[in-house]
Every structure is written in structure tokens, then in C-alpha cells.
């Protein structure tokens, strides 16, 4: 090192620069030697001193009268003539005037130089203990949340066997290969290579229940305005023709009688399915007449007192088997029921459908089923029933069914019917029993018609077309027969294109049908009274969605915990990457007049960790938004084409991933914050990041409605990431600015979020440095948190509204 001259105050021997006349040195810098003779000058650095600088960090006064920046762990009073040690409960970065006090929850220990919030990670053990016990804390817990959840306070029924001669216990009841425990729904405990061999009587158990649909009866009736409780239909040269000029279906004539069980049936492909969706107005036909009650009118306008069970079982097997119905006939039923008489009427068709014994279990899935295929069906059906339905439409409510289920399920279809409510079903395969319970049949082939009318009818007209009904042979798979083209089994005379022949023979044939007769005045208000009066209030439904959604995200355990676990661990890296800055984000250029001090500038570490933080929020929220609705649309489908209200559907989603979003946010940033101690208060990153996160789910939640299920999570996650790089790290919103695409990069949130941690970890030293300079630099601007805030929820709202009308846009006919 030179020697110094004589002459010269500073350690490299250059000639200080006065930086202002006050003995005074500036807020934030100590300079213990300074007087009015020898005010604060500025020192040429030494070689090693400039090294330093140019990494960003302070070296020793250069001069006997050089100010330096306070050091952390300090704070140095104005006039910078004073060093004093941070007090506890304080802290204190490098350039402090006075000591910063920590807020409740932050660790700072004398001489503290940054604050370490323990709040966060405190909050977070919490939930995750109560999580472990609502996990495993045992049946009691669960039974109380299960009792809430079923929105009634009344205690569990009591469980009847499946059987006369059952052996099981009255709390556990066999399922196929598992035990169900009444007593804990939620636990299904495998039974190994044991099979039912509980024969149940369905004549016997129809008696048993006759009491029960009597009372049904009282509660249809309750619904109606009038004395008729089903709908009739006729149809005059129903036709459906494709625009490819592709025709599935033509010239189908009919009458459906109120109260009446009509089977349809016919091979693969020949229209049954079509025929039910045109009949209920699902698809528009392109030719004929159809009238309802004897009025002709679209039959939208009926969609509220009409019941359709799907042939899949569209449930939710989050729910219980009493929680399917019941959010049914909540939403459905007329707003003026009182919660006693929704849950009356639940009560009597469980009880009809002889599901008693097994309302308070799970109804599984097809991975981990819970309750048999035969009551999943039922379940199915009695969520229509929940409605108090006019008439009733089923798709193949026998398939997939044993012979004895499937007699079951349509003995008490039969018995709906016989309370006025009028059944359609698409029937395949029906053994004999089945068979003799349709009071009617229509009979379809290659889209037209073959037969329409009574059972015995049938029988005659076919043999009198040649064909032979032997005693020993189910009627309906003789019928079956002829309707797909292999007559001749059944016939001594082969003939061509018989199924031709039959479709002319029926159209010559048919008896002439009448006009419907109309309604009286009198029947059609009351129907349209019945009509206005269904389905509860709007923001009812939206409570019951939101309490449903709840239950569901209560008992999808693994992806809730994954979600939390995600979050923690992103929130930890983020934490870990930081850890050697000791919260120290940004080094700018010093206030006039301390220009000539200043190290090398940190920009860019700021938006940089913003990037990241927006990535890792990105990765942990983007599955998790996917599941809000792209995991159900089956059962938005089949609500909405019921008349729920879309709207209050989506809304009580939303509101139901607030908890959600809240919780894994609380992870994420109770690490990050513990670890890298940001400069920017925990209360303040916390809502920045939660409603990033927000965002996040509002743009999975788009990427849902136009992705396949299996690719939603995937696609969702490369969404966010794309989202996260334009937050004006790189390329800088500066340079974003020039190139006036800056309107471009404020579309995505992450531009507003990195803003608002840009504000959060600079403000606090605006008396020190020069952060205009560094907005200028940056492109962002700073001290307008609230505004950033605002825009992200505004942008996450613009999301869910996207998603909205993406829900309600896309497969409009299933919606119907």
C-alpha cells in the first residue's frame, strides 16, 4: 500500500471529496469523527476497498472522516455520531437510524439484524396437528363432523340388516368385498374372498315398504299444485336427422299415459338412447310435433319436474349415500320446504329404495368401491327422486347389474309408477320378471319404429307376422331377436330384410291415433305453479355447494395433504435459495449526498426471487385448481340439465378453494419467510402470495375447461409457469416499456405480484437509497401495494369468470 501523505486524510493518499458542509453526516450513516472543521468527505477507494464495493458489499472508512453505512445488528441516531446496539425485540438492517420493532410472532434477539417470523410456521403446525387428528384421531371426531355435515341434528338411525338371516352386526353391513362400519363411514375394511350369499326377497321387500311409499305419496303430492302427478307425452313423426344428412331417428308416433312404465328397447345402435334424449328435449329433433299434458311446448320449460337417471352412476363418492340425495332434494324441491320436511322426504326414499342401513356410508368409486353396483344404481335413482319428479326418463338402469339387482331396480320403478309418476327406461337384456312388469313397450330398429304398445299386444302382433313364442323361452329375448335381425330362429318361412319389413308392416298397421287432448285451464296453471315454484333460492344454492364442496375437499385426504406438503416444500427451496442474503434483497445507489459511496447495485435480485416464488406457486397451486371442476363435470352436467342454477354451482366452488388456497399460501410463505428472512413483512407477503395463489387456481381453472382430464394438471402447471416468467424479470419491464408491450406483461398476475414484493422490500430504505432510480431501472412502480393486490384479484376474478363461461359454453347438450 502507498504511503499516505501527510496532507491526506485518506488510506489510498487521494485528496477527499467534501460531501457536505454539516459536521452532520446523512440518516442511516455513522461518521463518529466528523466537526465543523472536518465534515463528511469522500475517500478514492483502496484497490481491495473497490474489489469489495464492486461485490455489492461496504468496506472500512476509506479516510479518517469518511462516513460509512451503520452497520446491521445497529442503529446509529441522526447526526450519525452514535453506534448502538440493537435492543431485543428489535432489529435493525445496515443503515438504520432507529430500531425497527417486531410484530408479535417474530423472533429478533439483541443485535438482531433481520427478524425471523415464527408466526406462519407456528399457525401452520397447528392446522397440521388438528389435520393429523381429523386424520386419525378415531371414530368419535369423525361421526360428530359427519352428523354436522348431514345438516340435520338429529342422531344416526338406527341400522336394519340387509336380510332376514343376516350374521352381521347391526353396525357393519357386507358390500360385495368390503365391510362398511356404520359407525365410521369414512373406513372401509376389506374382507378377504368373502362373498354375500344373502338371497333378497324383492316381493317381500316391496310389501315391506308399501307404508313407506304411501308416504312418499304425501310428500310428491306437497309438490304439486293439482291432482295429477305425472306428465304425459305424445309424439307425431319424430324424426332427428344429422347435418351430415345422417337420419338416427323417423317417423316415431306414440302416446305416453301419465302414471304409466313404458320399456324401450332394441338392439345396439338403434336409436333408444337418441329417442329418450329427443323426448326429453336433451337434443333438438328436426322434425315432428311433441306435446306434453297435450300442449306443445319446448321441453326446457319441464326440465325442473322431470328426472333423468344416466346410465353410469353419476355420484359423488366423496359424499354418503344420504349426502347425495339430500343436496338433491335441497336444491330441487320447492323453496318453501322447511329443512324438517327436506330431510322428512329424504328420510322416506332412502327408506323406499332400501338404503337405510347403508345411508351414512361413502358411496366409493369404481377404484375404491364402498357400496355395491346394485345400491350405487339406487342411489342414482333416488337422487332424481329427491326432486319429486312428474315423470321419470332412465338410460339403462339395469346394465352392469346382477339379474337380481336389476329386478330390484325396476320393481321399484314399477312401484314409482304406480304413484302416478310417469317412467321410461331404455331396457337391455330384461329377464322374464322384468319383462312382465312394463306396462308398455316401444320397440326401435335402425331408428324407427317397430312396435308401440301393451306387453300382451306384442306378443299377438308378432305372431301374427309369422313368429313362434315358445313357453319355455323368455318373450322379450325372442322380441329381441327379431328387432336385430336374427327373426328367423324363430320363424319356418326365411324372409329378406325382415327388419324393413317389420318398420313398413308397423306404419300401415298402427291403429290411428288421436289429437292429445289438452289440458284445462285449470290443470295448466297449476302445472306452471308446480314449475315456478321448484328449486331453492339462489344463494341457498350456493350455501349447499359450498358446505358440498367442503366435504368433499374433507375426505380427499392425499390431495389436500399433497397440495399443503407442495406448497411447504416449494415455500422451504425458496427459503433455502435465499438463506445467505440474510433478508439483504437490495443494494442501490445512496441518497444524495453520499453518491460516491455506493457499492455495486442489486437490482435485479428482487424480481428474480419474484419469478421464482411465482414458479413454485405456479407448480404447488396448478394441479390443485385443475381438481375444482375438472375432476366432476359429470355431475355439473347432470345438475345443471336438472335446473340448478350454474351460477351458484361455480360460485360455491370457488368460495369452497378459499380455505384451500388460504392453507397451502400459509405453508408456502410460513418457510420461505422463516428461511430467508425477506425485509418485507410477513402479514403483507402473506396475502401477496395468497392471492397469487388465487390466481393460480383461477388459471387452472381455465385450463380445465378446455383440456382432457388426464392432461388438466400438466397443462395447468406449464400455464404457470409461462404466467410466472412474465413478471418482468426477464426481459425486464423496462425493457417491456420500450418495446410498448407493457399492457402485454400487466395481463399476467405475476407482473403485479413481483410489483408489489419489489414495494415491500425496498420502501423500508427510501431514505437511504435512491429507489426512484431503481423504479426507473426496474420498470416497476413502487409504493402502490394496494393497487397490486387489487389487480391480481381482479385478473384471478377475470379467470374465473373465463372459466365460467367456458363451463357453461362448452358441451352445451349435456347441459340440456
Not at 477527499?16 to 477507494?45: A, D, K, M, Q, W
Not at 363432523?145 to 336380510?163: F, Y
Not at 410498448?740 to 400487466?746: A, M, P
Amino acid at each position: 500500500m502507498a504511503e499516505v501523505p501527510v496532507n491526506s486524510t485518506c488510506l489510498s493518499g487521494g485528496v477527499g471529496v467534501v460531501l457536505t458542509r454539516s459536521e452532520s453526516c446523512s440518516l442511516g450513516f455513522y461518521c463518529p469523527n466528523n466537526t465543523e472543521i472536518h465534515p463528511p468527505e469522500y475517500c478514492p477507494p483502496t484497490p481491495e476497498c473497490q474489489i469489495i464495493r464492486m461485490g455489492g458489499s461496504s468496506c472500512e472508512p476509506q479516510g479518517l472522516y469518511e462516513p460509512i453505512v451503520c452497520p446491521s445488528g445497529s442503529y446509529c441516531p441522526e447526526g450519525g455520531k452514535e453506534k448502538i446496539k440493537c435492543p431485543a425485540g428489535h432489529w435493525c438492517p445496515a443503515g438504520s437510524f432507529e430500531p425497527l420493532k417486531c410484530k408479535i410472532g417474530t423472533i429478533c434477539r439483541e443485535g438482531s439484524s433481520n427478524k425471523r417470523p415464527v408466526i406462519g410456521f407456528g399457525i401452520s403446525v397447528v392446522i397440521d396437528i388438528i389435520l393429523i387428528i381429523m386424520l386419525f384421531g378415531g371414530v368419535g371426531g369423525k361421526r360428530t363432523i359427519k352428523q354436522a355435515c348431514n345438516g340435520s341434528g338429529l342422531p344416526t338411525q338406527s341400522v336394519t340388516p340387509v336380510a332376514k338371516g343376516s350374521e352381521l352386526s347391526m353396525s357393519e353391513t357386507t358390500v360385495g368385498k368390503n365391510i362398511v362400519s356404520d359407525v365410521n363411514p369414512d373406513k372401509v375394511l376389506p374382507v378377504s374372498d368373502i362373498e354375500t350369499n344373502h338371497v333378497v326377497d324383492v316381493e317381500e321387500l316391496m310389501e315391506e315398504t308399501n307404508e313407506e311409499l304411501k308416504k312418499l305419496v304425501e310428500s310428491f303430492e306437497k309438490c304439486i299444485d293439482g291432482n295429477h302427478v305425472g306428465l304425459s307425452f305424445d309424439f307425431q313423426e319424430l324424426g332427428l336427422t344429422l347435418r351430415n344428412g345422417r337420419q338416427l331417428l323417423a317417423d316415431i308416433n306414440g302416446s305416453i299415459e301419465r302414471g304409466s312404465m313404458w320399456g324401450v328397447m332394441g338392439p345396439s345402435g338403434a336409436g333408444k338412447t337418441t329417442f329418450i334424449n329427443v323426448l326429453m328435449g336433451k337434443i333438438d329433433k328436426t322434425s315432428g310435433s311433441l306435446f306434453v299434458n297435450g300442449v306443445k311446448e319446448d321441453m326446457k320449460v319441464y326440465k325442473r319436474i322431470i328426472g333423468y337417471v344416466p346410465q353410469d352412476d353419476v355420484v359423488l363418492a366423496e359424499l354418503s349415500v344420504r349426502q347425495n340425495i339430500l343436496h338433491s332434494a335441497r336444491v330441487r324441491l320447492p323453496s318453501s320446504w322447511s329443512e324438517s320436511m327436506i330431510q322428512d322426504h329424504v328420510d322416506r326414499i332412502i327408506s323406499c329404495l332400501s338404503l337405510t342401513h347403508i345411508q351414512h356410508s361413502l358411496v366409493g368409486d369404481a377404484i375404491r368401491p364402498v357400496i355395491s353396483g346394485g345400491q350405487r344404481k339406487r342411489v342414482n335413482i333416488g337422487i332424481e327422486l329427491a326432486a319429486a319428479p312428474m315423470a321419470l326418463f332412465c338410460d339403462e338402469p339395469t346394465s352392469g347389474l346382477d339379474s337380481t339387482a336389476a329386478l330390484q331396480v325396476v320393481k321399484l320403478l314399477q312401484a314409482i309408477s304406480k304413484l302416478g309418476v310417469t317412467v321410461v327406461s331404455v331396457i337391455h337384456q330384461p329377464r322374464t320378471e322384468i319383462f312382465e312388469c312394463l306396462d308398455n313397450i316401444l320397440l326401435i330398429s335402425d331408428g324407427r319404429p317397430l312396435w308401440q304398445g301393451g306387453r300382451a299386444d306384442m306378443i299377438t302382433y308378432f305372431k301374427s307376422h309369422g313368429f313362434s313364442f315358445k313357453p319355455t323361452f323368455n318373450p322379450a329375448d325372442i322380441v329381441m331377436d327379431i328387432i336385430s335381425g336374427q327373426g328367423h330362429r324363430h320363424r319356418t318361412l326365411p324372409r329378406e330384410d325382415e327388419i324393413q319389413y317389420l318398420i313398413s308392416e308397423w306404419q300401415t298397421s298402427k291403429p290411428s291415433k288421436p289429437l292429445p287432448t289438452t289440458n284445462t285451464a285449470e290443470e295448466s296453471n297449476a302445472l306452471a305453479k308446480t314449475i315456478k315454484k321448484r328449486g331453492a333460492y339462489w344463494y341457498k344454492q350456493v350455501w349447499y355447494c359450498f358446505v358440498r364442496s367442503l366435504i368433499q375437499q374433507r375426505r380427499q385426504t392425499s390431495e389436500f395433504y399433497l397440495e399443503i406438503f407442495v406448497g411447504a416444500i416449494a415455500g422451504a427451496f425458496m427459503g433455502l435459495a435465499t438463506m445467505r442474503e440474510k433478508g439483504y434483497l437490495f443494494h442501490g445507489i445512496y441518497r444524495e449526498p453520499n453518491e460516491l459511496l455506493s457499492s455495486a447495485l442489486q437490482y435485479i435480485k428482487i424480481p428474480q426471487i419474484g419469478m421464482l416464488t411465482c414458479t413454485a406457486i405456479g407448480i404447488a397451486g396448478g394441479p390443485g385448481g385443475v381438481k375444482v371442476f375438472g375432476e366432476e363435470k359429470q355431475i355439473y352436467w347432470r345438475e345443471t340439465a336438472s335446473g340448478h342454477s350454474r351460477s351458484a354451482y361455480y360460485v360455491g366452488k370457488v368460495l369452497s378453494t378459499i380455505f384451500r388456497i388460504a392453507f397451502s399460501s400459509l405453508h408456502f410463505v410460513s418457510l420461505f419467510t422463516l428461511l430467508g428472512t425477506p425485509s418485507m413483512d410477513f402479514g403483507h407477503n402473506y396475502l401477496c402470495c395468497m392471492v397469487y395463489f388465487y390466481c393460480i387456481y383461477g388459471l387452472a381453472s381455465c385450463m380445465s375447461m378446455i383440456t382432457r382430464r388426464q392432461n388438466g394438471a400438466l397443462v395447468s402447471v406449464i400455464a404457470g409457469l409461462v404466467t410466472g416468467i412474465m413478471c418482468g424479470y426477464g426481459p425486464t419491464l423496462a425493457d417491456v416499456k420500450r418495446w410498448h408491450l407493457e399492457w402485454f406483461w400487466r395481463m399476467s398476475p405475476a407482473t403485479w405480484f413481483v410489483e408489489a414484493y419489489f414495494t415491500g422490500n425496498v420502501d423500508l430504505f427510501s431514505y437511504l437509497y435512491d429507489v426512484e432510480h431503481a423504479s426507473k431501472v426496474t420498470g416497476y412502480t413502487l409504493n402502490r401495494y394496494a393497487v397490486d393486490i387489487g389487480m391480481m384479484l381482479a385478473i384471478g376474478t377475470v379467470y374465473r369468470v373465463i372459466a365460467y363461461v367456458g363451463l357453461i359454453s362448452l358441451r352445451r347438450d349435456k347441459q340440456r
